[in-house]
């Protein structure tokens, strides 16, 4: 009987292991490249220096507010700092901020327009979105206390990480930005976007929009005619109230699209995406936090909210600018709720 050298059978062992380690090792490096590849079409934000106090009062332009609102002075509000902290590296939340900012050609500095706090708890399998009113009276370190879209021209996505910090408790574990050009392309990126409009609505985009010709109900939207949408103040009297929610009904309908897509459609989505949008993110957390929501966006439920909640404010004229003053205490139970905090 021919028996086969034990040596045989080791180099055939050997380069069984070798062929798979190589193959491996083959899939590590294309699936590295193909990463690499993908996260350099992200933009990162500019290292932008702070402004000075007097450069932000002149860059923060007051604005009016309703008629009978009192005016109050600044040393009449008191801060407690939170007594809680939401999110961070002992929490299981995944707090990214989305930031709308309305950068005019030219424009170096401008206020961030809408702020959406978008919080992943993977314990409940929720996704809440809470929009924050840009006229919120806050904390703003190093400033005088102004309306909190003061913090993002003062020093961008920094500051107004620590205004949220220092006011909720909020920690941010990243931003990302788009510019109105942007949002629009990004919507038309993803085949539209579909509403259920009023009929007040729809008037008001086919009057901004050329060629548009939406009627009241469910509607396929385009990018500018979803901008518009969004942006749309005058119709309602509570303003940016009515504005934020439509911001949120606008990513909600999005989500909800793409809850049942595959992972392939996902990924080429996300390239086409990924240009259009500035971020801090570290390539690493966006892998990690994809691959913590990814598995669970078919049975994430959605939930959507805004701060300051209603009779949790007060309409002010401070320094002659038209603020909301929350009541930070029930503000704060109210995220600490809403968010899962325990």
Not at 165 to 176: A, E, L, P, R, T
């Amino acid at each position: 009987m021919n028996r086969k050298n034990p040596s045989s059978y080791r180099r055939a062992l050997m380069s069984l292991i070798c062929i798979f380690t190589a193959g491996i090792l083959t899939g590590l490096l294309a699936t590295t490249m193909f990463f690499q590849d993908f996260m350099a079409a992200i933009q990162a934000p500019p290292q932008e220096e702070q402004l000075t106090q007097q450069e932000l009062d002149q860059l923060m332009a007051p604005e009016k507010g309703p008629a009978d609102a009192p005016t109050m002075r600044p040393e009449d509000v008191t801060f407690a700092p939170p007594e809680i902290q939401i999110g961070g590296d002992d929490s299981k939340l995944i707090n990214i901020l989305l930031i709308g900012q309305d950068r005019r050609p030219g424009e170096e500095r401008t206020r961030s327009d809408s702020m959406i706090l978008c919080t992943v708890n993977p314990g409940n399998q929720t996704l809440t979105l809470t929009s924050i009113l840009r006229d919120l009276y806050v904390q703003i370190p190093g400033y005088e206390d102004n309306r909190i879209n003061a913090a993002y021209a003062a020093g961008g996505m920094p500051l107004l990480d620590e205004t949220l910090m220092k006011n909720f408790g909020i920690h941010v574990d990243g931003n990302v930005e788009v510019d109105f050009g942007q949002f629009a392309k990004i919507i038309d990126l993803m085949g539209g976007v579909t509403l259920e409009i009023r009929a007040d609505e729809a008037k008001e985009i086919n009057r901004l929009v050329w060629g548009s010709s939406l009627t009241a109900g469910v509607q396929t939207l385009n990018g500018e005619q979803a901008l518009v949408y969004a942006r749309i103040r005058k119709l309602d009297k509570d303003s940016d109230f009515s504005r934020t929610q439509r911001q949120r009904k606008v990513l909600t309908a999005l989500l909800k699209q793409y809850k049942n897509v595959d992972f392939s459609t996902l990924t080429a989505l996300y390239q086409e995406i990924l240009p259009n949008i500035t971020t801090d993110l570290t390539q690493y957390q966006i892998v990690s936090y994809g691959l913590t929501v990814l598995p669970m966006l078919k049975d994430m439920k959605l939930i959507s909210q805004r701060i300051p909640a209603e009779e949790y404010y007060e309409d002010r004229t401070i320094r002659g600018m038209a603020v909301l003053v929350a009541d930070m205490e029930k503000t704060r139970e109210l995220l600490k709720t809403s968010l899962g905090v325990s």
